[in-house]
């Protein structure tokens, strides 16, 4: 199972932009997919998760509002539409597929098991 995260690039502050994140290799079932992301010199933090049952979404508080999950479950792929960019967004963006992830486990790294390889967004002041 490979994972392409894409999107990324340079944009303004108050500006936008829509990750996306596809997949190929063997088929695979997920539970949930999330969008994680590492500043510089910062640790790895949750961004959204989608939880393909019901639909849930979830949010890091300093996005909420801002930015939007969505994915296609038919074709595994997951989406990150980002607006009102700011500075503090700039950050490597990797997406996350979980087979068996729990509501418990959705803010978490260890709640997934495929990751993509990371896209980069840099937001200028």
């Known amino acids: 199972v490979q994972l392409q995260a894409s999107g990324g690039g340079l944009v303004q502050a108050g500006g936008s932009l829509r990750l996306s994140c596809a997949t190929s290799?063997?088929?695979?079932?997920?539970?949930?997919v999330a969008w994680f992301r590492q500043g510089p010199g910062k640790e790895s933090e949750f961004v959204a998760a989608?939880?393909?049952?019901?639909?849930?979404?979830y949010y890091a508080d300093s996005v909420k509002g801002r930015f939007s999950i969505s994915g296609d479950k038919a074709k595994n792929a997951v989406y990150l539409q980002m607006n009102s960019l700011k500075p503090e967004d700039t950050a490597v963006y990797y997406c996350?597929?979980?087979?068996?992830?729990?509501?418990?486990?959705?803010?978490?790294?260890?709640?997934?098991?495929?990751w993509g390889q990371g896209t980069k967004l840099t937001v200028s002041s």
């Open positions: 989608l939880r393909w049952s019901g639909g849930f979404t």
């Open positions: 996350a597929h979980g087979r068996g992830t729990i509501t418990s486990s959705l803010r978490q790294k260890a709640g997934y098991d495929y």
């Open positions: 290799g063997r088929t695979f079932s997920s539970r949930a």
